[in-house]
């Protein structure tokens, strides 16, 4: 007889044991793992948005999402930011980092951020913007820049971005801007340059009257120390006269300065512009040429120049801002020349404004040569050979002579009209226009009235006397009622006639 093996009561609890110890450390790696997607904890995420702001960061958070389009690092304490630390961020679009204290920035920093749009680093402590700050952006369309220290503006600092439209550089220390930096070929979608509430003290007016149109309506250079000038001033009355939003939006706070050795003697001089009254209009000030043209018609506009043609090449700015260089436009309805001018193949409405012709010498050197303002019309109806003007004048002559002709020569259409009309009798009276039908003529003898005894007589006017200066009928026979029925004896038959138009008696 085998012996019995003994069983241990300890064996399933220490099995019991080892499961709960791995579910309590499962369950404790669980808890303490990172969020999806490696989100630092002191951020918030989102699908594509990653917002750190207000943590007072010294540094970069490491490991961000590369799902983040949109990343604020705004209100911190950042002071500087690492060669190509955002290639981790592929998709990035936006990128807030205001209200730091970035001075300024290495060359790599923005380094693989290729489609980065939106670049805010307003109230930072930046003294300068260099060339090779934002040279890598090459798809950024907004700059914000404004409330830094910012004294200077690189010539090339905008070069390389072809599609940039707004930069702001207002509330800094600038005293002069490259305004040629953005007169390249690549700077025609910049619709808004802010340089107010800077220390500019003298604008080139020569080199902004060379800037299209697009840019000038979008220069801001409000509440700044310019100097006083008739150029200037004669400059921003028109612009302010084409509607500019840079003049027209801040008509109150453009301001200048009497005397450099006045520090405070500013002056709103467009508001009053009673010191500028002798200022004459210069080369640059004249209106442009007027080219009215009719729909259908083809229009060529040619600027009269002597530059030579071999280096000079041309443009035009459309009054639509569109620039348009050779061969021409997208759907190819406005077409330029080798030589500059600039052909409208068949004008419709929508071609009118003001065209302006530039002159191209080199990528940075800009000169324009006329201002064209065409203005396209319907024709005239055919067979109008008198002017507006003068049709008015002989429709009002002969509608005047036309009243005067009714009211004074106009004929008599009876003779019954022509005579002098009869009083009307007392209301209680019987009406002078009844007709009275009798078979005995009237007791009064009138004279060359001839009525036979044998016919019947209608009068149409009888015979009136007056007594007590009143109008009395005179019957044929003394009734003592003037309701009696032999009165008014009117037949019913074909043989009764009445009639109010003739006095003449119709025998029946």
Known sequence: MSPQVPTDPLWPRVVKLLVLLQLCAQGRAAHTSPPPHGCPSVCICTSDLLSCSRQTLHRVPPALPPTTATLDLSHNALTQLQDRWLAALPHLEALHISHNQIKDLSPQAFHN??????LDMSSNHLHAVETHYFNALVSLEELLLYNNRIKRVDENAFAKLSVLRKVYLSWNNLTTFPFRSVQGLGSYSLR?????SNSLSNIPVEELAALPENIRNGLYLHNNPVRCSCPLYLMLQRWKQRGFSSVKDFFEEHTCKVSDNVPRSLIKFLKYSHMFENCSAGP??????????MVGQTLLLACNTSLPATATTYMWISPHHEPIKHPGNSNRSLELYHNGSLKIAAAKPWHSGV???????????FSRLCEINVTVHYPKPDGETFSTGLTTLLGC?????????YLY????RCLSCCKKPAPLSPPQECSAQSSILSTTPPTTDAPNRKVSANKHVVFLEPLRETQNGQIRLA??????DAKHPKVLQLKSDSESISSIFSDTPIVS
């Open 113 to 118: 951020a290729s489609y980065l749009r939106h």
């Open 284 to 293: 640059e000030d004249v209106h442009p040429v007027s080219y009215p043209v």
């Open 397 to 405: 002559i002969v509608s005047l002579v036309l009243i005067l002709v």
């Open 409 to 412: 020569l106009t004929p008599c």
């Open 475 to 480: 019957l044929g026979e003394d009734f003592p």
């Open 355 to 365: 065209y302006v012709g530039l002159a191209i010498n080199s990528p940075h050197n």
């Open 192 to 196: 808004t340059l802010d340089l107010s």
